[in-house]
């Protein structure tokens, strides 16, 4: 389970809760954080939570990885939803923990099969509401 090149391994719960979000959309969001040497679920945000209620459950000083599932009308009037993977570097967070998660990270996203958009976010500017919904459409 572990990667040769990280040394991470991922929890089972991940891709479960990962994947009750892209098929039974149980979460509007799903907040994941290394501990020791594997990547866990930190937080499960409700269906009805907003945008705001997710990008103020990532902490400013530690780097997370985060799914989304956002949901949109296209100007053709069509209901449509789009999983974006966030990537979450704060400046302010150690350096050690940056490259922990940035060598981690490829090797996490391939273990959740459905992520059509990625993020790389180092302050909450580079993942406003505006661009999130810039990049669904």
Do not use: H
Request: aromatic residues 12%.
């Amino acid at each position: 389970m572990a990667n040769a090149a990280s040394g991470m391994a991922v929890q089972d719960e991940c891709k479960l809760k990962f994947l009750e979000l892209k098929a039974k959309r149980n979460y509007r969001f799903i907040i994941f954080k290394i501990v020791g040497q594997q990547v866990v679920v930190e937080k499960l945000g409700e269906p009805e939570e907003s945008y705001e209620d997710f990008s103020a459950s990532l902490p400013c000083d530690e780097c997370r990885y985060a799914v989304f599932d956002f949901d949109f009308i296209t100007d053709e009037n069509c209901q449509k939803s789009k999983i974006f993977f966030i990537a979450w570097s704060p400046d302010t967070s150690k350096v050690r923990m940056k490259m922990v998660y940035a060598s981690s990270k490829d090797r996490f996203k391939r273990e959740l099969d459905g992520i059509q958009v990625e993020l790389q976010a180092t302050d909450p500017s580079e993942m406003s509401f505006d661009i999130i919904k810039a990049r669904a459409y």
